[in-house]
């Protein structure tokens, strides 16, 4: 019988260990996507779901192309296997590993499962560059700090060899049944959300674009580039890793390729390398520390006390806290799905010390908002903020919104984009309008929020609030 490949977030026929696995038992092979919906894993978002649609018809074509055809179902991934093996008349399933620990659970239980029931299973290393067991101290534990982890990672990474995409997959005798994707209905809820969507092209083939384009470009200039929102100088790969159109192991390699090519100073590509092992450190974090989606990394930050503070949640949400660099990062993430790593640290950090909101309702609607929305890299830097994460950012150091859009904004490009009633206004009083002059100031004054909270006050404030908490320690 024939052999299914099980895709999660490993969209892609190039560099696909799975699919390789598969190709390699000389079996006919059924691409098999499902849209899971075992209890516990955590549903995607709205933004993701958007991503998801695209990213699927993509690939669709792709296995088009190649002779195939993807098979799409919906419902608790067990039973679904269960039924597409008998109606199949399956060997074997295949699939590439994740890390999240629900995923981790259902794909523990699915494996015993099957192997009782005489099926072969096969997991493979798509996701990461390492597997995150294997990367461990001098005494066989897990990094807590992420220079020495990656140091260490780095290590492991000398010969890295990306495969190509076959070019024919052998198809079944028969093909079992596949949902249509337009019944899924996965596009956005919201009439007036996504219309800035149209900047990304879901796939394997937008994914590798991405990177060709990055590292014939911006990567020049990285590591300075990277902090100025009012550029596009990073690589928005984001998305792409995270549903697998792109492995790490293919940027890794390309990116390693440029440099030995000098088509970019070696400091900046490896700058941006350490990004990628960023994203491999929180899902190593994530891995051995699976209680972090809900609870604190650092315990003695589960005595902090958060408010209740329904209104000033709202105003964040909908970009209106009458800080600009904040509303800017807000709705830039509301029209495109997408928000600059800078203005993600600000806007964080505002909603935690500013409005004293428990990080995991901000945690929460990232993860409804980001086309991007991945739980370790998520959860693990939206702890790095709060300052009670794994190697986090102090709790003390608290973003001054005005201090960061002046210095990372200076003439508010970013700000003027996406908080247009503030256009124009003289750089001087682009990231603090209400000391405009009046008659500069017109039609800020008019449409544009006051600041919903005092900066100095509210800094105070977050200050005195974790004295409390290392009073309880
Ligand atoms: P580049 O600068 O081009 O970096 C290359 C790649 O490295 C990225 O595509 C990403 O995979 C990885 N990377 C970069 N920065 C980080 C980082 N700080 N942590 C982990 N990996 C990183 N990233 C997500 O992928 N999903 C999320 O849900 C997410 N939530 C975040 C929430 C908060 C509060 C903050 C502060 C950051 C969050 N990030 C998240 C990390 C980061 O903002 C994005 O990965 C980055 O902005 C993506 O843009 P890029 O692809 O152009 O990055």
């Given at each position: ?6 895709l999660r ?55 088009k ?18 039924d ?6 399956a060997a ?17 239980e ?9 099926v072969?299973?096969e ?19 897990p ?23 076959p ?6 005798e ?34 590798l ?39 790490p ?16 100073p ?41 408010a209740?503070?329904p209104k000033?949640f709202?105003?964040?949400?909908e ?19 997408f ?15 500013h ?35 794994a ?10 919104p005005i ?5 990372f ?9 996406w ?44 200050l005195?609030?974790?004295r ?6």
């Open positions: 019988g024939p052999v299914i490949v099980w977030n490993d969209l892609r026929l190039a560099d696909n260990p799975a699919l390789k696995a598969a190709i390699d038992t000389g079996r006919p092979v059924i691409p098999l996507y499902i849209l899971d919906e075992t209890p516990g894993v955590r549903a995607m978002g709205a933004a993701s779901l958007w991503w998801l649609d695209k990213s699927l018809r993509a690939l669709s074509d792709s296995f192309a190649i002779g195939s055809k993807l098979m799409l179902r919906r419902g608790p991934a067990q039973e679904i296997l269960k597409v093996i008998v109606h199949a008349g074997g399933v295949v699939w590439n590993r994740l890390y999240e620990p629900a995923a981790i659970a259902r794909d523990a699915i494996k015993a499962a099957l192997k009782a029931d005489g072969v299973v997991s493979c290393l798509a996701g990461l560059l390492n597997e995150p067991w294997t990367v461990q101290n001098g005494s066989k534990q990094y807590k700090v992420f220079t020495p982890y990656w140091r260490a990672a780095r290590a492991h990474l000398t010969h890295v060899e990306v495969e190509r995409a070019k024919h997959l052998q198809a079944p028969h093909w079992p049944h596949s949902d249509a994707l337009d019944g899924w209905n996965l596009h956005p809820r919201k009439p007036d959300w996504s219309k800035g969507f149209s900047i990304w092209t879901p796939g394997e083939a937008g994914a674009e991405r990177l060709d384009d990055f590292l014939s470009g911006a990567v020049d200039g990285y590591g300075e580039g990277r902090d100025v929102p009012g550029l596009e100088a990073t690589s928005r790969l984001s998305p792409h890793l995270h549903f697998g159109e792109i492995g192991r293919q940027v890794w390699a390309a990116a390693r390729t440029a440099a030995e090519a000098g088509d970019a070696h400091g900046e590509i490896e700058k941006f390398l350490s990004e990628v092992g960023w994203r491999e450190f929180n899902h190593s974090i994530l891995f051995h520390w699976p209680q972090m989606p809900k609870r604190n990394f650092r315990p003695e930050f589960d005595a902090f006390p958060w209740e503070n000033g709202e105003a964040w949400i970009g209106r806290t009458g800080y600009p660099l904040v509303d800017a990062g807000m709705r830039e993430l509301w029209a495109t799905g928000m600059h790593n800078r203005v993600r640290m600000i806007t964080a950090s505002f909603l935690i010390k409005l004293l909101v428990d990080w995991r309702d901000g945690e929460a609607w990232f993860w409804d908002t980001l086309v991007d929305a991945d739980l370790a890299n998520n959860v693990g830097n939206w702890q790095w903020v709060a300052g009670s994460g190697d986090a950012s102090p709790y003390f150091r608290i973003f001054n201090g960061q859009g002046e210095k904004d200076p003439k508010g490009a970013y700000v003027r984009k908080v247009p009633e503030l256009a124009n206004l003289p750089d001087s009083a682009i990231h603090q309008p209400w000391t405009a002059p009046a008659h500069l100031s017109v039609e800020a004054k008019r449409s544009y929020a006051r600041p919903i909270v005092d900066h100095g006050r509210a800094r105070a404030r977050a005195e609030a974790y409390h908490l290392r009073g309880n320690a």
